[in-house]
Structures are given as C-alpha cells and as structure tokens.
C-alpha cells in the first residue's frame, strides 16, 4: 500500500486566513516599521572613513538583510495566493502594496550601496577584513560595482518610483488580462470554458483533433487581444530602454548578463556550440512529423505524444518514483523531497482557476519552499515535479550560508532543477517495460531538448531582436508576429512548417519584471546541469556531498569561475557546451533507432 500525500499545498503554516490573514497584516506592517527605521538610519549614515565603521556597516547590513527576508517571505505568499486563485483580487491589492514597499526600500537600499561604493579603495579593501564583512566579499563587491553604474541617488529613487506605475504595473496588467482569459473547448459533447493552464495542458493530448483544436483557439485568444498585450510589451521595453539609456548603458544584455553572475562570451559560447548542432534535432522532429502523418513538424504537435505511454502515475505514484530514485542518487535529497511531500509543500491539484505553469518559491524565515503546478499524470508531469523539487532543494543546500550569500541567479537555479529532472526522466528511461513505454519516455526526453535548444533560442532571438527595434520607437503587433515567426523558423532550423506567431503575448516570461531576458538561463542550467550530471554518473563515490557543495557556491561566485573549481571547464568555449549536446543527441540516435522501420 502506497503512502499517500495531500496534493494541495498548505500555506496556513505561514500566515492562516489566505489574503484576508491578519498574521500576514502583521508581518506587513512589521516589514513597514523594519523598513522605516532603516530609513532613519540610513540617512545618518556616512560613507565609511576608516576601518573603525565595520561595525556599523556590518549592523545596517543586518537590518536590511532582515527586511529582505521579510520581503521575500511577502512576495511568496501573496505569490502562492495569486497562482491556486487567479480570480483572488485581495491578493492582487497586497501585490500592489508590497510593490510599493519593496521599492520604497530599495530607494533607500540603493542609497546605502552608494554610500558603500564613495568608500575609498583602500578603506574598502580593509573594511573587508572585518570578521562579520569578510564572508560576505563577493556580495559586498558586487554592489560597488553596480553602485557605480546606477545614476545618483536621487535619480535612483526616481526610478524606483516611477517603476510602480510605469513598469510593474504594466506586468501586473499582463497577469490580470491572461487570469479573465477563456478557452472554449467541447468534450464528449459537453462545452466547456476553459483556463489558459488547463488548456495547455491539452496541447500533448492524444488525439490530434484536439491538439489542433486548442492550439487554434489559444492562438485565436492572444490574437483577439493581441493590441493589448502588444501595448504591454512595448510599455516594459520602453522603460526598460530608457533607464539604461539614462545610465548611459549601451547594451541591452548588460542587465541580464551581470544578474546571471556570466560573460558575454559565454552566452556566445552556448549558442554558438547550439547553432552548429541542430541538425540531429531535425532529424528527429522530421521523424516524428512522419510517425505523426505529417510531411513537416507544425507547432501544435511539437508536443504530441507518439506512442502510446502506459505508465500514467496518479500523484502519490508519481512521488515514490521520485523519491525511489532521489534516494540512489544521495540519501539528503531523498529526505529533503519526503518532507516536501508529507508536509504538503506542493500544489499539484488538477483544477479551474489555477495559473498556468509551474514554479517553486522560497519562505526563508520559515526555511520552507512551496511548489506550484498542475498534475495530470503524465510521466511529463512526473519529470515537471522533479524539477520544481530541485529547485527546493537548492534553497536547501544553501540554509548553512548567511543570507545574502544565499541570492543564487537564475541560470544556476535552472541547474539544480534540472539535474533533479534527469535524474528521473533517466530513470523511466531504464525502467521502461516494452518498447513503445520507451520510445515515449526518450521522446519526453528529447522534447526537453527542443525547447531549450530551439524554442528557447526562438524567445532569444525574438527578444533581442524586438529590444532593438523598440529603440526606434513603438513595434506594432503585426511586426511582432513577424518577429516571433522569423525566430521560430531560424531557431527550429526550418524544421516547422506551421508556426506560433502570437507567442509573444502567451508567454509569460516576457512581461516578468523582475528578471530581464528569461531566457537562456533556462538553456544554460541544463547544459550546464548535463556535465554535472555526467560527472555523477562518473563518479564511483557518492556525488551528493560535491554537488551540495557546488550549489553552496552559486550565489558566491560568477558561473566562469563556478565551472573551473567544481568541474575543471572553461565555459567561455563551445568545446565545454558541445559535451552536453553530444548527451542529447545520443538520444535523438536512440530515439531513431527505436523507430526506425
């Protein structure tokens, strides 16, 4: 008899009575008073003279690392609130007022790193020395740098004002418009409206009528209000391009690249190594075009299924496979995943209402994470929990290092989850019973590919590419739809005949404010997790405590220097990338000859 685990998640543990709670009124007005007197004492604050003021340096870090935790604290659960209720508007006025706090506090935060960048060289090098600092190196020098590339002050404070209407709020509008948002849809006779998720459930349906069905109604919904989303689009690179113009940055990569701790010609490097190896992938969509009907591969059948997978797994069997295989790999990471599931940190409840997707958010102060997504069963679904879990298991890893040594970048978060992905897609892989359950499982596999491979380098290049012709003014929704096809069909390699041309306005990522390009983290953290994942497979000891070990070291060093002390590579070279490509494309080899006639 399986054990069997809640698949709704609890955040009563956090602050009970959802968005009317009056715990979490008290940790707002906390988070108030906490941010004022780090106001106050700010403005008293001088730029450090001499050694002497290590002491009050390390104090007001204190305080403002407790107003982060808070924050964060904040923004996952109205987060959490906001994604099991779209329609849950108390939760999107307490959105709107943390924003306001958080920027409140980062005018004044940006104020105190300023002062730390005046500190002269030498004051600096010695202040680091100091016993509470000297831990916090990497961190502490990261903000200098980036002090003195922001405008002063009070121009900053201007900025984090003005960025409450006029760039969250822009984001904030997009999640409202997609949350009113409809798919009608019949089933057995039966009409139906359904949510933006659960319609994209649909899109890996069996049957081809209805993949087609729902591909061509979603694409008939962002079209209908394609003008709005156009609007929003344009709003959020405006701004964006206008700030970095009055900091007098010339790049629009620059923010991204600094925020992902890498080199530019790392990103080259990536794609460059991607760009010579698409043709085995090609192949393989070209086969299964074929294994489907089909002359050519069409976007709404990229993630039809073709063959007929047996092992559905309800949710509780989806856990122990989990956790079955977790516990080969090390015995932490199994503990850690049995907690998340007997303590219900997961949403994974099939039904309306839900946002689409998936995601894991961290409480810090409650040293917990919550995942988010919606569970059908799928082998797919199983692999989607398992990476949502390596998320968590990340912020896990981290709990020994002080707090702001703990504010890893999205590209290294994508590795950790992704290796928790691999872990189990390759062990469905192994455990396949016939044929056909493994032509399903390599082909789930190689779907991963793809999108990190082409889909993600199609958002790429739309990106960058609608980044700079916004620099000439407003880009229409016709010109975007052209943009996102061209993208598509070069970063596919002509493999699609029929496209996604409004992708751009269903795709989330575009309109997050908080992160620019969210992108190609998503492709560096699982070829970069693949040579990682190799060198466990290599390892004849237990990995565990190594890989732990890595993660520790993501939010405290650049990712050039992460890949040369944890695995001995030069990623700034496509030779290090090629590696991890080669791994799929023995996939794509398996995969054909699996299918071959």
């Known amino acids: ?89 108390d939760a999107d006025r307490l959105q709107n007022e943390l924003t306001t706090i958080s920027a409140e506090f980062q005018t004044t935060f940006n104020a105190f790193q300023q002062k730390l960048a005046q500190t002269s060289e030498e004051v600096w090098e010695l202040l680091l020395q100091h016993s509470t600092l000297s831990e916090l190196s990497f961190v502490l020098n990261e903000w200098r740098k980036k002090a003195k590339d922001k405008l002063s002050n009070q121009e900053e404070a201007i900025i984090q004002t003005l960025s409450i209407d006029g760039y969250h709020g822009w984001g904030q509008m997009y999640d409202t418009i997609v949350g009113t948002m409809e798919i009608p849809f019949t089933e057995n006779g039966e009409k139906k409206k359904l949510s933006i998720g659960q319609a994209n459930n649909l899109t890996s349906h069996q049957d081809e009528k209805v993949r087609k069905e729902i591909h061509d109604q979603l694409e008939n919904a962002w079209e209908e209000k394609e003008e709005l989303f156009a609007k929003t689009l344009n709003h959020l690179g405006g701004y964006r391009l206008n700030v970095y113009k009055a900091r007098g940055w010339e790049e629009v990569l620059k923010e991204p690249l600094e925020y992902n701790r890498m080199k530019q010609e790392t990103l080259d490097a990536m794609w460059g190594a991607i760009s010579k190896h698409k043709q085995p992938f090609v192949h393989y969509l070209d086969r299964k075009a ?53 303590d219900s940190w997961i949403e994974a409840e099939d039904r309306p209402g839900k946002r689409p997707g998936g995601f894991c958010t961290s409480f810090p102060l409650s040293q917990q994470s919550r995942i988010f997504m919606t569970y059908s069963g799928s082998m797919s679904n199983v692999a989607t929990l398992a990476h949502e879990l390596g998320h968590a298991f990340h912020s896990y890893a981290l709990k020994p290092m002080d707090t702001l040594n703990r504010n890893y970048a999205m590209n290294v978060a994508e590795t950790a989850s992704t290796f928790a992905e691999m872990i189990v897609a390759d062990a469905a892989v192994k455990e396949a019973t016939s044929k056909e359950e493994k032509i399903a499982l390599v082909e789930d596999k190689l779907q991963r590919s793809v999108a990190f491979f082409m889909n993600i380098h199609a958002r790429f290049l739309f990106e960058t590419r609608f980044y700079e012709e ?34 751009w306005a269903s795709k989330l990522h575009f309109y997050i404010t908080g992160v620019p390009f969210y992108n190609f983290p998503y492709t560096f953290g699982y070829l970069f997790s693949l040579s990682i994942y190799a060198k466990a497979l290599e390892s004849n000891e237990n990995y565990e405590e190594k890989y732990m070990a890595l993660l520790r070291d993501t939010a405290v060093m650049n990712v050039e220097e992460l890949a040369m002390k944890h695995l001995g590579e030069d990623i700034t070279k496509e030779a290090f990338w090629e590696k991890g490509i080669q791994l799929c494309i023995q996939d794509v080899e398996e995969f054909l000859e699996l299918t071959g006639e």
């Open 290 to 342: 074929k294994m489907l009907g089909k002359e050519k591969m069409d976007w709404f059948n990229l993630d039809a299924p073709v063959a007929e997978s047996t092992n559905k797994m309800n949710y509780d069997e989806g856990a122990h496979f989990i956790l079955k295989h977790f516990k080969r790999f090390g015995p932490e990471m199994a503990k850690f995943a049995e907690k998340a599931f007997e």
């Open 470 to 503: 916004r620099k000439e003014g407003t880009v229409s929704s016709t010109r975007l739809n052209e943009l996102m096809e061209e993208a598509q069909r070069e970063a596919f390699a002509g493999a699609l005949d029929e496209v996604h041309p409004h992708f």
């Open 1 to 89: 008899m399986l054990k069997t685990y809640s698949d709704v998640w609890d955040l009563d543990v956090f602050f009970s009575g959802g968005s009317q709670s009056s715990q979490f009124r008290a940790h707002i007005n906390e988070l108030k008073n906490k941010k004022r007197r780090f106001a106050e004492n700010e403005v008293a604050f001088v730029s450090p003279q001499s050694d002497t003021d290590g002491d009050l340096v390390a104090r007001l870090i204190e305080e403002a690392k407790e107003i982060m935790l808070y924050l964060r604290q904040a923004g996952a659960f109205i987060g959490c609130l906001q994604a099991q209720d779209m329609n849950d508007r």
